[in-house]
């Protein structure tokens, strides 16, 4: 074997569904030293990072803490506490992350009903209300909000006062929408949340902030069978997340992780969320004036649409896996392809956290148009620079 060295990535712009372009100053903060997990100045910093997270999920909720793996443990977090063997579990799907969440039920003992929407759309609620009405013994009902699969938004809001009123905990994929879109969790009355670090907070990926309301944790102090999952019983994780200086050994936490997402949040309490949030919208309305003048076609209708998710519909003829290979080796850019039901039929830009400003929407737009133009569409680049630049300016 040849002597191996470091590794070194390239330097690339990221405008996929994840991860998303991470702030310098968040690489910084990785990179501080290690300290114990149980030092007192790093129990500090955890206290800070639930009340930072507290913020960014606008919830009061005491367990509101970091999980420490990907969003797809803060979704299994969720399902492996709230789900008990035969439970029965309303699931809405409309795009991919609906399919893993029934998949959580079943490996829960549950019993999944499924409400399915077409991909690109938002999740109906009438089906949902219709569900509820035809399952009175479902106990929980789960959604995505943000769908990263298809750029779709979900009226949570109106979701989680339907389970309510049938008597249902409800579970909301937050793992794209925090920190990008409005979510409130404590107005909108949510009961479990899960979301993660690499979309719109602009931090590494590995860390998922879930929240529980009192009426879920009652719901988990109550169970009847021990959770089945150690590494994610809450009843155990609270030992060492829950409040105070009386910490017991749980797993050793992410501590250089955990300093990244205290950075990143740090940062959107100064930047102020609603400000982040009316941010990713007027991006997204930048990058969205360019990619219509390329002659490109948004896969979701304009009032569900996710700012921080573009998905566009490849013109006829172009080899999107090509276009998309270019744009990496020439542009260091990377976008997203299709997923799923839309496999080869999208490609999915996204504008999150930090990679949600002006400089990567006219790097998108001139890369794609000469790419588009090389592969013989006849687009007009200048003009789609023009359009996405004064939207820019009509908000400066
Ligand atoms: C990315 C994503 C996940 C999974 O998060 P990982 O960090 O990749 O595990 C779950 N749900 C949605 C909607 C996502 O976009």
């Keep these: 074997m040849s002597k191996i060295t470091s590794f070194h990535p390239p330097e690339r712009t990221l405008m996929g569904p994840g991860p998303s372009d991470v702030h310098p100053r968040i690489r910084e903060a990785l990179s501080r030293p290690t300290i114990g997990h149980l030092d007192?100045?790093?129990?500090?910093m955890m206290e800070q990072t639930k009340s930072l997270l507290q913020y960014a999920f606008?919830?009061?909720?005491?367990?509101?803490?970091?999980?420490?793996?990907?969003?797809?443990a803060g979704m299994e977090t969720c399902f492996a506490n709230l789900v008990e063997h035969g439970d029965k579990v309303i699931v809405c799907q409309n795009g991919v992350f609906g399919g893993r969440m029934k998949e959580n039920v079943e490996r829960c003992g549950g019993i999944p009903?499924?409400?399915?929407?077409?991909?690109?759309?938002?999740?109906?609620?009438?089906?949902?209300?219709?569900?509820l009405k035809n399952n009175p013994d479902a106990s929980i009902l789960?959604?995505?909000?943000?769908?990263?699969?298809?750029?779709?938004?979900?009226?949570?809001?109106t979701l989680v006062e339907l389970a309510h009123e049938h008597d249902c905990l409800s579970i909301v994929d937050a793992v794209t929408s925090l920190g990008g879109t409005a979510l409130k969790v404590d107005e909108w009355k949510i009961d479990a949340i899960y979301s993660g670090t690499q979309k719109c907070l602009s931090c590494t990926p590995g860390l998922s902030p879930i929240s529980f309301s009192e009426a879920a944790?009652?719901?988990?102090?109550?169970?009847?069978?021990?959770?089945?999952?150690?590494?994610?019983?809450?009843?155990l994780v609270m030992g060492y997340w829950g409040s105070g200086q009386q910490?017991?050994?749980?797993?050793?936490?992410?501590v250089n992780a955990l300093y990244g997402l205290h950075e990143a949040l740090v940062m959107l309490q100064d930047e102020g969320l609603e400000n982040a949030w009316q941010r990713h919208h007027i991006n997204h309305l930048s990058l969205r004036a360019g990619l219509e003048t390329l002659g490109l076609d948004f896969v979701v209708r304009e009032q569900d649409r996710l700012p921080q998710l573009n998905a566009v519909s490849i013109p006829q003829g172009i080899d999107e896996a090509a276009i998309r290979r270019e744009l990496l080796n020439r542009y260091n850019l990377e976008i997203g392809a299709g997923l799923g039901a839309l496999a080869g039929k999208v490609w999915r830009i996204g504008l999150?956290?930090?990679?949600?400003?002006?400089?990567n929407i006219l790097l998108c737009i001139s890369a794609l148009g000469t790419l588009l133009n090389e592969a013989g569409q006849s687009v007009d680049t200048g003009a789609a620079l023009n359009a996405a630049q004064s939207v820019l300016n009509a908000h400066s």
């Design 352 to 359: 999150m956290g930090y990679a949600s400003r002006a400089e």
């Design 113 to 131: 009903v499924m409400v399915e929407d077409t991909w690109g759309e938002a999740v109906d609620a009438n089906k949902v209300a219709e569900a």
């Design 142 to 157: 789960a959604f995505v909000h943000a769908e990263t699969s298809t750029g779709a938004q979900s009226d949570a809001k």
């Design 58 to 72: 606008q919830t009061s909720n005491e367990l509101t803490m970091p999980v420490s793996a990907p969003g797809s």
């Design 217 to 235: 944790l009652e719901r988990v102090r109550n169970r009847s069978s021990k959770v089945q999952s150690w590494f994610l019983d809450l009843n």
């Design 40 to 44: 007192p100045c790093f129990v500090d």
């Design 247 to 254: 910490r017991a050994y749980h797993h050793t936490a992410p």
